[in-house]
C-alpha cells in the first residue's frame, strides 16, 4: 500500500466504496502502519575522546514497521527513504562517572560531520559538591526536509575511558515534501 494524495471531491458526488478505500481508509492505514518510522533501543560503547564518536554495539530492538529506515543490526544511522519532511530524537543515559564533557548529535553524516539537524554539549556542573555531569541527554531535531539520505548520530564523553550508554534513536515521517 502506497499513500496516495488527497483529492478534491465534487458536490453531490457520489461516494462510492473504491474512493473510500483509496483516499480514506488506505491513507489513513498508511499513516498508522506504513509511514516511515523507527525507533531503535540498545547499549551502546562510546569511546573516550574529545570528538563526535560513532558508537558500536547492536541494537537491542527496533520497532516493527521500520521499512527501509533499518540498515542492519549494528547501524548506528537511520535511512530517509523518501523525500518528506521527518524528525529524529536521540536519548542518550550515560553510565555512572563524574567527569568529563557529554555530547548528543544528529547530522547527515557520521560524527557530527555534514549538516547538523541537533546538537547538545554539557560541561560538569562545578562548584556543587561532587561535580558532576549529566546522566542524560535527549535532543530532538525541529521538523526537517529531507530527500533520500542517511541520518547518523553522535555521542561525546571525555571521562577517561569508554563507557557503555543506553540509547533510543527514533526518526518519524510526518509529511510529504512541499
Known amino acids: 500500500m ?6 478534491d471531491w465534487s458536490t453531490d458526488e457520489e461516494v462510492t466504496s473504491t ?7 488506505d491513507n489513513l492505514r498508511w499513516l498508522n502502519e506504513q509511514r516511515p518510522r523507527l ?7 562510546v569511546a573516550n575522546g574529545s570528538g563526535f564518536a560513532t558508537p558500536t554495539g547492536t541494537w537491542g530492538s527496533a520497532s516493527p514497521n521500520a ?5 542492519s543490526s549494528t547501524a548506528m544511522y537511520m535511512n530517509t527513504p523518501t523525500a518528506g519532511v521527518y524528525q529524529f530524537s536521540l536519548m542518550v543515559i550515560f553510565s555512572t562517572n ?5 555530547g548528543a548529535i544528529i547530522s547527515t553524516a557520521a ?6 539537524l541537533a546538537e547538545d554539549m554539557r560541561m560538569p556542573v562545578t562548584g556543587i559538591p561532587p561535580n558532576t555531569e549529566p546522566n542524560a541527554l535527549t535532543i530532538t531535531t525541529p521538523l526537517v ?3 533520500a539520505t542517511s541520518i547518523h548520530f553522535g555521542i561525546r564523553q571525555a571521562s577517561g575511558s569508554s563507557m557503555t550508554c543506553s540509547v533510543r534513536f527514533s526518526g518519524l515521517w510526518v509529511a510529504n515534501a512541499t
Not at 98 to 102: A, F, I, N, Q, V
Not at 111 to 116: K, N
Request: glycine share 18%.
Open 2 to 7: 502506497v499513500w496516495t494524495a488527497p483529492r
Open 145 to 147: 526536509q529531507l530527500g
Open 111 to 116: 560524527g557530527g560531520a555534514g549538516t547538523v
Open 19 to 25: 474512493n473510500m478505500d483509496t483516499y480514506v481508509s
Open 67 to 71: 521499512g527501509s529506515m533499518y540498515a
Open 98 to 102: 563524574e567527569t568529563g564533557k557529554r
Open 39 to 45: 525507533t531503535l533501543d540498545g547499549n551502546v560503547s
